[in-house]
């Protein structure tokens, strides 16, 4: 069942456990006393998302 659906049905929505699993995994800092429990990506997350060898673009191509 789709998230949206669940959620306007009123269910408490959950995603799928494959992908659930890959949410959990991700990289995350410490406990952070700003934002209470709410987990923030580690500074490093972005690289980790990314095929090896891609090229980031430092400006961007619309400029």
Do not use: F, K
């Not at 995994?25 to 972005?46: A, F, K, S, T």
């Amino acid at each position: 069942m789709a998230i949206l659906e669940q959620c306007r049905r009123g269910d408490l929505p959950r995603l799928p456990n494959v992908l659930e699993a890959v949410v959990h995994g991700l990289r995350v800092e410490d406990d952070n006393e700003d934002y209470g429990e709410i987990p923030q990506p580690d500074e490093g997350l972005h690289h980790a998302l990314v095929p090896p060898g891609h090229v980031w673009l430092t400006e961007s191509p619309h400029a």
